[in-house]
């Protein structure tokens, strides 16, 4: 779980910001996209797959 305490005279901006890298970092925000809905495995394993191909060329 990401967590950020607000520092002492911190604005709610500045923090706002160290919360929205810590999410990216940790891939939280990609792995909610990931489960917005269902995808059957075969759909999983072709999407790798061709992820996999694009990576090579």
């Not at 779980?1 to 929205?20: P, Q």
């Not at 917005?36 to 694009?54: D, F, G, H, T, V």
Request: proline share 2%.
């Amino acid at each position: 779980m990401a967590e950020v305490r607000l520092g002492e005279n911190e604005s709610i901006d500045s923090a706002l910001r160290r919360f929205k890298k810590k999410i990216q970092k940790a891939g939280i925000l990609s792995e909610v996209k990931r489960r917005e809905r269902y995808e059957k495995p075969s759909l999983r394993r072709k999407r790798k797959a061709e992820a996999s191909r694009k990576r090579r060329y």
